[in-house]
């Protein structure tokens, strides 16, 4: 009698993914490069690396106000932003197996934007460092909600629970959000300057205040990438090669929340990062997620960053936000991937 043969597994390999990911690293530094460089006032790259190098030279003291003061901290916010957008979206649509799915799902930026507005309507909280304080408590808060709505087991075992209560509790946290804001004119100004998601404005103390959440979530979504790949082939398969599914579940919707919280408290709901980076990382490295999930983090980078400069340049004096900027990309890009016939599962 033949010896069993042992279970398939799936281990896609792109074979050239580590030149690829070489490839995108440079492009992130490029995104880099411009995001220092450009804006309303254009700098050379010479200007630049004489700043940076010689930061207390008094000849330099316009430019250090511009590189350090404005470029710097709007730079690494970018970076953070797109790094954990970049991730909770391939985490989401790696354990949905649905191309179409957004960090946003859980309700996330719905009680960070209820919480902003909570904080200026009952507490007249103004400022940047407290507005993200309140964002970043509504987003964790209406995330543990999501999970409370469902049963442990089911939304742990099958992700369809969870999406339907996402969708629930994120139509009513808007609701109460436009009540308040109709009702008070502070709340709306504040609002108004959190929801379109901007880089701008953004102090350094901001993206340290985010920082811990966003490297947990990092973490958590490195450990979940050999689960991811086993997950991709159905929930009993990977049970058969020995995951530990409802493990696995939690690890992957904790990095989603604090990955999609962190980024949404700093910036605002910036859209769409979420949806298209995830598909260039597979396109570009192939399906295994030891691969997709630093291709993202590169890509995630390079995008919102990009974004964000030509926000800068094309808008003038005024700019255009990242966020806008992205929605303006990522609407085609939705409507492109819906129509795939191919729409199949992950």
């Not at 990242?322 to 016939?341: C, E, H, M, S, T």
Request: neutral net charge.
């Amino acid at each position: 009698m033949p010896p069993a043969s042992s279970p398939p597994t799936r281990t896609p390999h792109h074979p050239a993914a580590l030149t690829t990911l070489a490839a995108l690293t440079l492009l992130a530094l490029a995104a880099i490069a411009a995001s220092l460089m450009f804006g309303s006032s254009r700098l050379g790259p010479g200007q630049v690396i004489t700043t940076l190098l010689h930061p207390s030279d008094p000849t330099t003291s316009e430019l250090h106000a511009i590189v350090y003061g404005v470029r710097i901290p709007r730079t690494v916010l970018g970076i953070v932003v797109g790094t954990c957008l970049g991730l909770a979206g391939a985490l989401m649509q790696g354990h949905t197996r649905n191309p179409l799915a957004d960090p946003g799902l859980f309700g996330v930026s719905a009680g960070a934007g209820l919480a902003v507005v909570i904080g200026v309507y009952l507490l007249g909280v103004t400022g940047s460092s407290l507005d993200v304080l309140f964002a970043l408590a509504g987003a964790l808060t209406a995330s543990t909600a999501v999970f409370a709505v469902t049963a442990a087991g089911s939304a742990t075992a099958s992700p369809v629970p969870l999406a339907l209560a996402g969708t629930a509790v994120s139509a009513l946290l808007d609701a109460l959000t436009s009540f308040i804001v109709l009702s008070d004119r502070d709340a709306l100004n504040a609002y108004r300057l959190w929801v379109t998601g901007s880089l701008s404005g953004r102090e350094l103390t901001i993206t340290w205040s985010v920082l811990p959440f966003a490297l947990a979530g990092l973490l958590l979504a490195l450990l979940n990438s050999r689960a991811l790949d086993n997950l991709s082939l159905g929930t009993d398969m990977a049970q058969g090669l020995g995951e530990n599914v409802i493990r696995a579940r939690i690890t992957g919707l904790a990095a989603i929340t604090l990955l999609t919280a962190a980024a949404t408290a700093a910036a605002g709901p910036i859209g769409f990062a979420g949806l298209v980076v995830p598909h260039l990382a597979r396109a570009t490295v192939g399906t295994s997620h030891r691969h997709v999930l630093p291709a993202c983090a590169l890509l995630g980078t390079t995008l919102v960053l990009t974004a964000d400069v030509i926000g800068r340049l094309i808008g003038g004096m005024g700019e255009i936000e990242v966020g806008i900027v992205l929605a303006v990309i990522g609407g085609p890009f939705f409507i492109a991937v819906a129509r795939r016939k191919s729409l199949a599962a992950l």
